[in-house]
């Protein structure tokens, strides 16, 4: 059973900066690649970062040189820092692995989700 958990979404300024965590559990065998995506209400999800196991990035063209993703792979763990955050950042920020199991041969898992609010 493998589990993705995400953690540090909040309340920011405009301006301000968080750092999401997400930490990947069960029994894995090896995780590919690991991303960030966001979908705020009424729109299209959308990429908004991703890291290769090799530590390759990737990011969208909105936030590219704002954010920064990175993984720890001792950890099983993606970040992405935020900084500068603008209230169209605003949405729920979903943590994604590609991750070789016991029980599959590479699948796409998914996080619950964490808020990300940037409002003044």
């Known amino acids: 059973q493998v589990q993705l958990v995400e953690s540090g979404g909040g309340l920011v300024q405009p301006g301000g900066s968080l750092r999401l965590s997400c930490a990947a559990s069960g029994t894995i065998f090896m995780i590919n690649a690991m991303g960030w995506y966001r979908q705020a209400p009424g729109k299209q999800r959308e990429l908004v970062a991703t890291i290769t196991s090799g530590g390759t990035t990737n990011y969208a063209d909105s936030v590219k040189g704002r954010f920064t993703i990175s993984r720890d792979n001792a950890k099983n763990t993606v970040y992405l820092q935020m900084n500068s955050l603008k209230p169209e950042d605003t949405a729920v920020y979903s943590c994604?692995?590609?991750?070789?199991?016991?029980?599959?041969?590479?699948?796409?898992?998914w996080g619950q989700g964490t808020q990300v609010t940037v409002s003044s």
């Open positions: 994604n692995a590609d991750i070789v199991s016991r029980w599959y041969s590479s699948r796409d898992y």
